[in-house]
């Protein structure tokens, strides 16, 4: 959901995991967000066991139980990244009083100014890509 995450409202009901990348609308590049239901954040099956079956045994960092257990600490994270992510979430509430709509009529207001551009421009663009192709 990197592309419409704080864009419009969600209905995260409706889903068991959604990732996105904060890179796309919330920070810099690196950052990865998993919201998971809490019926996923169950422990794994101990992976010895798991191997003397002959199953397979998933990596640690898809393992959202532990993950959870240790506070998103298991593996070293990016602060720098995870900070400026954190200042521009705080601006947009703070900007937003109404949250996800204030945001969804900008989002709106950039599509509509891009899409406009597009369309005036159509023909001029449409020499721009044949050349790369």
Known sequence: MSSNIISRP??????SVVFFGAQKK???AGITV???RKSLLVPLANSKIMRKLGLPVGPIALSWGIINKNKSLYNTLPIHNIFIASEVLKNSL??????VAGQTAVS????????????????RFHV??????
Request: net charge positive; glycine share 4%; charged share 30%.
């Open 10 to 15: 969600i209905p995260f009901e409706n889903y």
């Open 26 to 28: 919330k920070g810099a």
């Open 34 to 36: 998993v919201i998971a």
């Open 94 to 99: 703070n900007t937003f009083p109404n949250k």
């Open 108 to 123: 709106q207001k950039k599509a509509e100014l891009i899409y406009g551009a597009l369309d005036k421009e159509s023909d």
């Open 128 to 133: 721009c890509l044949k050349s790369f192709i």
